[in-house]
């Protein structure tokens, strides 16, 4: 092939002007946009050989408007964007990104956990307000601190990122449980298998990690809510639609699990002021788990990696 013409639509994310481009722009008549509408797509794709995409839609009806089109490639792990079935029929190759960001994400499990335990933000804005200067003692605190060792880890989804966030907890010396579907392939030493029920009544902490799917879509509901403990945290760094929003707003609101930090939401960006920004027992991030300087620098290498695979007639990372 000649030198191809690569279209990114929605680059903003992956590359704000911090990253070097070359390693993408190199491989032919490279084009990007900030961000693209769905009305938008086919005339800003349709030069393109090759088209990066994190979550601009490229439907049926979008495949069949680019007929130069022959590689698609997700600057993601996730490819629920992409009509995979219109791509095989048109033997367009659609190639995502693994792994680049298990480091980063298991990280910041790690921060909204313990910005739940230990109330950094919360003591750290009382001290510079005066609170500390006022005291009659050399310390003070809210209320009682939790202290990780010990307690129970829940994992949900023991994939990469599930054992990244497994291998912290055990060294903090927590106990680890998981819910995972392969529990053979995936078994770790220090951890231990255990059905859903048990995972969320027994765990101190969750933390889901499963891709979403049809099957566990808005799993983690009154149900499952009402089976944990009291002092228990959920953690959800992996996708909005694991958990039924407004299920959590309620045992939140009535204190039925202790603390909730969610790095995602259903709908994102959210349309305006969101219920949960409401509570005080709920941290919010804006998805921002998987986005490190040096895990966007390892997603730029794989994207660059799989376009050059394709080039050379050997796709990799292929899910269609």
Request: net charge negative; proline share 5%.
């Amino acid at each position: 092939m000649q030198k191809p013409t690569i279209v990114y639509l929605d680059a903003h994310t992956l590359n704000p002007g911090d990253i070097d481009w070359s390693p993408i722009s190199n491989l032919g008549n490279f084009k990007r946009y900030e961000f693209t509408e769905s009305d938008q797509v086919v005339e800003r794709a349709k030069i393109a050989d090759i088209v990066l995409v994190n979550k601009a839609l490229i439907s049926a009806e979008v495949l069949a408007q680019l007929p130069n089109l022959k590689c698609i490639c997700v600057t993601a792990t996730g490819y629920n964007n992409v009509d995979l079935k219109a791509a095989r029929a048109r033997n367009i190759p659609v190639c995502n990104a693994v792994g680049y960001s298990t480091p980063a994400v298991a990280q910041h499990v790690f921060a909204l956990l313990l910005a739940m335990t230990n109330g950094v933000e919360r003591h750290s804005q009382s001290a510079k307000s005066g609170d500390w200067a006022a005291q009659q003692h050399f310390a003070y605190w809210f209320e009682a601190l939790d202290e990780l060792h010990g307690k129970t880890m829940g994992i949900y989804g023991l994939g990469r990122i599930g054992q990244s966030v497994a291998k912290l907890a055990l060294a903090f010396e927590m106990n680890v449980l998981a819910k995972h579907k392969h529990p053979e392939r995936d078994a770790m030493p220090g951890v231990q298998f255990v059905d859903l029920e048990t995972l969320f009544s027994e765990s101190d902490v969750i933390s889901l990690h499963a891709p979403l799917s049809d099957q566990n879509h808005e799993i983690v509901n009154k149900d499952l809510l009402a089976k944990m403990k009291p002092s228990a945290y959920l953690i959800n760094t992996g996708r909005g639609g694991l958990i039924q929003e407004q299920d959590l707003y309620e045992a939140l609101s009535k204190q039925q699990i202790k603390g909730a930090a969610l790095d995602v939401l259903q709908k994102e960006p959210p349309s305006g002021p969101h219920p949960l920004f409401e509570l005080d027992n709920c941290i919010i991030t804006p998805h921002q788990a998987w986005a490190s300087l040096a895990a966007r620098k390892r997603l730029m290498d794989i994207v660059a990696g799989n376009i050059e695979a394709f080039l050379k007639g050997a796709p990799t990372q292929v899910v269609n």
